[in-house]
T-cell receptor, first 116, second 116 residues
Framework: GAVVSQHPSWVICKSGTSVKIECRSL??????MFWYRQFPKQSLMLMAT?????????EQGVEKDKFLINHASLTLSTLTVTSAHPEDSSFYIC????????????FGPGTRLTVL | KQEVTQIPAALSVPEGENLVLNCSFT??????LQWFRQDPGKGLTSLLL?????REQTSGRLNASLDKSSGRSTLYIAASQPGDSATYLC???????????????FGQGTILTVHP
């Protein structure tokens, strides 16, 4: 149980295009989902907190207009990287917190984004 | 602002050795501490979660200890195997009082290589 999926697992796009990444909790309802990014050989940095039915909360320094987050249901959150540029190339990981166990979170397998 | 540091950054050991990974955090008012494993290009797998009221947690060959007052945690791996090769990350809840569920601050990780 407690599986989180991400789609796609990897994507290559041209500079200027937008890319949507999905995060799904497959067997539980997630009150909250989190989006992290990880640069090569670096740790995870929290980008934003996503709550179902409300606006996402972004961490300082993260552009909300560039990284659009939509938490459409208790099992799905999407991250859209708008007008992607090479510096947006990174590993994006989501995590989800079950409704019943607020201090536990489960991580997705990550999405590798490469912007040419 | 919470900061998490892991030492060493990298570790290479022969199979069978017992080893210790270190994690330190600046704000001792944490709710819990987690150790994760990350394989190259993959998401995170939770290994152990230690609540603030606990001193240690064990799972198989893994033992994690927590000393809140000194801001330290150690992950002990017994009888290491090549399959243990991965990056090990520790993380604590972010925010005042360390109770922001799900918002985690990660250390930079220890890259472990166990060679046959």
């Amino acid at each position: 149980g407690a599986v989180v999926s991400q789609h796609p697992s990897w994507v290559i796009c041209k500079s200027g295009t937008s890319v949507k990444i999905e995060c799904r909790s497959l067997d539980f309802q997630a009150t909250t989902m989190f989006w992290y990014r990880q640069f090569p050989k670096q740790s995870l940095m929290l980008m934003a907190t996503s709550n179902e039915g409300s606006k996402a909360t972004y961490e300082q320094g993260v552009e909300k207009d560039k990284f659009l987050i939509n938490h459409a249901s208790l099992t799905l959150s999407t991250l859209t990287v708008t007008s992607a540029h090479p510096e947006d190339s990174s590993f994006y990981i989501c995590s989800a917190t079950p409704f019943e166990v607020a201090d536990t979170q489960y991580f997705g397998p990550g999405t590798r984004l490469t912007v040419l | 602002k919470q900061e998490v540091t892991q030492i060493p950054a990298a570790l290479s050991v022969p199979e069978g050795e017992n080893l210790v990974l270190n994690c330190s955090f600046t704000d001792s008012a944490i709710y819990n501490l987690q150790w994760f494993r990350q394989d190259p290009g993959k998401g995170l797998t939770s290994l152990l979660l230690i609540q603030s009221s606990q001193r240690e947690q064990t799972s198989g060959r893994l033992n994690a200890s927590l000393d809140k007052s000194s801001g330290r945690s150690t992950l002990y791996i017994a009888a290491s195997q090549p399959g243990d090769s991965a990056t090990y990350l520790c993380a604590v809840p972010t925010g005042a009082g360390g109770t922001s569920y799900g918002k985690l601050t990660f250390g930079q990780g220890t890259i472990l290589t166990v060679h046959p």
